[in-house]
């Protein structure tokens, strides 16, 4: 009877050297277990954006529409090209859309449905989205825009080069310059009709016919750049399909830009500015 105690103390000791010992050990297995993703989504202020190695937010680049990185020379100062041979993806990821480029300088990019991705400077840790909107051609790399900025030259059907003004930017004049405007997710250029009013469509006919030209926009804007406001997109009905509105004008594509992101040759069909660009400056349809 009086060696119990012992027993017990003994026991109870072993029992607390062991949960030490399992405590040690599932501590060791959950930090090793942690998945370290190449490209993941986090969430941050903005909503969510994707996220590079150690989780810093990568950026796209509206220069960038075209699939080439503009991102040259200087701009490599604070415009990190991400890239890696071998992508570890989080599970909100797809395969499908991360691919490759060969940049200018020949080193290699990795591209999210088609725009290069980047890290910038001024970002220290996961979460940091100081590079967001910087110059107006920056932006936090969201998984799901349905809406981007791209900047470049527009080129017309014509072969000629186009400009807008900030003050006239429903007409396109000839000149060298680039115009900031309005794609979808994958750099596809959208535009306007001059003859339609606020969320009236005056070019779609009822059968469809003529959709081929000018095919509806059939989408809404869920996810924007941060440049823009979400105030300004709606949705309305055409003869059953859904179409995108911005600033109340009806959203289209341009059958000859063939889907190639970066590509505007409706700016000067028929003539200029009767299918303009839309953009920040574009002011609302006309009741």
Same mark, same amino acid.
């Given at each position: ?36 993703? /190449? ?22 680049? @509206? ?14 100062? +604070? ?77 017309? +059907? ?40 606020? +969320?009236? +469509? ?34 309305? /009905? ?6 995108? @509105? ?42």
């Amino acid at each position: 009877m009086k060696s119990l105690p012992f027993v017990l103390k003994s026991g109870a000791a072993s029992l607390l050297a062991a949960g030490a010992l399992l405590a040690v050990v599932g501590s060791c297995t959950k930090s090793d277990d942690t998945p370290q993703y /190449d490209v993941s989504v986090k969430t941050t202020t903005l909503g969510q954006v994707l996220a590079g190695e150690n989780e810093k937010t990568l950026y796209f680049f @509206t220069k960038d529409a075209a699939g080439t990185s503009a991102c040259v020379g200087a701009c490599l100062t +604070n415009w990190q090209p991400f890239y890696k041979e071998t992508l570890n993806l989080g599970p909100a990821v797809a395969t499908a859309d991360l691919s490759t480029i060969t940049r200018a300088d020949g080193a290699k990019q990795s591209t999210y449905k088609g725009w290069p991705l980047y890290y910038f400077k001024s970002d220290a840790t996961t979460g940091d989205i100081k590079g967001d909107n910087v110059g107006g051609v920056w932006f936090a790399a969201k998984p799901h825009f349905s809406v981007m900025l791209a900047t470049g030259q527009l080129k017309g +059907n014509d072969g000629k080069n186009y400009i807008t003004t900030t003050t006239n930017v429903t007409n396109h004049t000839e000149g060298l310059g680039e115009t900031t405007y309005l794609v979808d997710s994958l750099g596809r250029t959208l535009y306007a009709f001059v003859r339609d009013k606020k +969320n009236k +469509n005056a070019y779609t006919k009822a059968d469809f016919s003529n959709n081929g030209n000018w095919p509806l926009a059939e989408f809404d804007a869920k996810n924007i750049p941060s440049g823009l406001s979400a105030a300004d997109f709606g949705v309305i /009905d055409v003869f059953g399909k859904k179409q995108l @509105t911005y600033k109340g004008w009806p959203v289209y594509y341009f059958g000859l830009d063939a889907g190639v992101r970066g590509i505007n040759k409706g700016v000067s069909v028929p003539k200029p500015g009767d299918w303009p660009i839309l953009n920040q400056n574009t002011p609302a349809a006309p009741l």
